[in-house]
């Protein structure tokens, strides 16, 4: 397979080197406390679930559904966002229902892209960022993650040296992996930039209900004049607990939206009806579900911090998202972010996800997911603790630490 083109484009997936381990560990017995993958626990909410059932089989809901989204589920995404943000939609024109916002991406980098075109990407960010792009023939350059000047002194120099010049710049606060926000005047800066330099700018906010300190993460989109050069892309995977129904939006700009739009009407008629309209009902009916879900992700957080921290881990407080973005503790930076993640489950029986697989950028930091109860977070901290107290000599049960370095 690696002859093929485009599979020859993608680097080894290191999260499936991290799965072998952990299936490996699990087949001989051991108990793994996976905070790897971000794979929400929690139960979607119980009135969208009844929505569901109560649609299933009902007439022409087995039938092919729009590729778009149908036309309740548009108006309901245009509600949401000038509910929570001000901002107005055309849900005819500027919103279109993807199969989650991973999707979205995917196929609006195929809509959009030339080969050869230069696409800025944060480093480290989420994997399908540059994926995407890579697989639709793009160049990737790398820009920092963290908003504050040394971004801005990166998209700079990207546009001065860059040839042909960038096309469009990919965005992610609260970001995957990192937690990091940016805020309106961050957002403000780039809206100009990328006016200035004649960028597409890609907001990916699939955390936007995931925070924790009643600063809710702002939208791009509420900038002045963003609407000409945005799209942006959500989800309800995180914000209901919906991951597996497999359903996000992308809105914005008008030409950008039915460039995806048609895009996808080659490639899928659109998600199962009745989760649309379960999706549908979601949006429209009572919120309090997503204040419940942040006060979980919060307890757990402090948890996580608190625990990990007396076990000798110092995590740093996140502010949103639900990863906290931890540095590698300084006697294993030297391994890499993959080989100590390997080293957690086999010393440690913990599942995190190592930095490098968001980019070379996040190689001194793994992942962790607030994805299990209070009680395994506990559990797993006592597992790191016991690690770094007794478990650290060897790497792999062979390799002398000190041999390794």
């Keep these: 397979m690696t002859d093929f083109h485009r599979i020859r484009r993608l680097p080894p997936y290191v999260f499936e080197q991290v799965n072998r381990v952990k299936a490996t560990a699990r087949n001989g017995g051991a108990?793994?406390?996976?905070?790897?993958?971000?794979?929400?626990?929690?139960?979607?909410?119980?009135?969208?679930?009844?929505?569901?059932?109560?649609?299933?089989?009902?007439?022409?809901?087995?039938?092919?559904?729009?590729?778009?989204?149908?036309?309740?589920?548009?108006?309901?995404?245009?509600?949401?966002?000038?509910?929570?943000?001000?901002?107005?939609?055309?849900?005819?024109?500027?919103?279109?229902?993807?199969?989650?916002?991973?999707?979205?991406?995917?196929?609006?980098?195929q809509a959009i892209t030339a080969p050869g075109d230069v696409i800025l990407v944060p480093n480290p960010s989420y994997p399908i960022h540059a994926f995407g792009f890579l697989m639709a023939g793009a160049a990737i350059r790398s820009v920092p993650c963290e908003p504050g000047p040394e971004f801005f002194h990166a998209l700079e120099r990207a546009v001065a040296h860059s040839i042909p010049s960038p096309l469009a710049l990919v965005l992610c606060y609260p970001s995957n992996p990192t937690a990091q926000v940016a805020d309106l005047d961050f957002y403000r800066d780039v809206v100009a930039f990328a006016k200035k330099h004649d960028l597409i700018v890609l907001s990916d906010l699939a955390y936007s209900e995931v925070y924790f300190d009643d600063n809710p993460p702002p939208s791009v989109l509420q900038v002045p004049g963003a609407m000409d050069v945005t799209v942006e892309f959500t989800s309800m995977s995180k914000t209901f607990s919906m991951a597996g129904w497999r359903m996000g939006f992308a809105v914005g700009n008008d030409r950008l939206i039915a460039a995806l739009a048609r895009v996808k009407s080659y490639l899928d008629y659109g998600a199962y009806t009745p989760i649309q309209v379960a999706a549908t009902a979601a949006l429209n009916g009572p919120q309090d579900c997503i204040a419940e879900m942040r006060s979980v992700y919060r307890k757990r957080r402090d948890v996580l911090v608190d625990s990990f921290g007396k076990a000798g881990w110092e995590i740093p407080v996140p502010t949103a998202s639900m990863f906290a973005w931890a540095p590698i503790p300084e006697k294993f930076r030297h391994l890499g972010s993959l080989e100590f993640s390997k080293l957690l489950i086999e010393k440690a029986d913990v599942a995190v996800a190592p930095g490098v697989g968001f980019g070379e950028h996040g190689d001194d930091y793994v992942r962790i997911a607030l994805v299990e109860n209070e009680q395994r977070i506990r559990q797993a901290a006592r597992g790191v603790r016991r690690f770094l107290e007794t478990g650290a000599e060897t790497l792999h049960n062979v390799v002398p630490l000190a041999a390794a370095r």
């Design 31 to 109: 108990d793994i406390v996976d905070l790897g993958m971000g794979n929400p626990d929690l139960d979607a909410p119980a009135h969208v679930v009844e929505k569901l059932k109560d649609t299933i089989g009902r007439p022409r809901t087995n039938r092919y559904s729009a590729s778009k989204g149908i036309p309740g589920l548009r108006r309901a995404q245009a509600a949401y966002y000038e509910r929570r943000f001000g901002v107005k939609l055309n849900p005819d024109t500027q919103v279109v229902a993807t199969l989650g916002s991973k999707e979205g991406f995917a196929n609006m980098a």
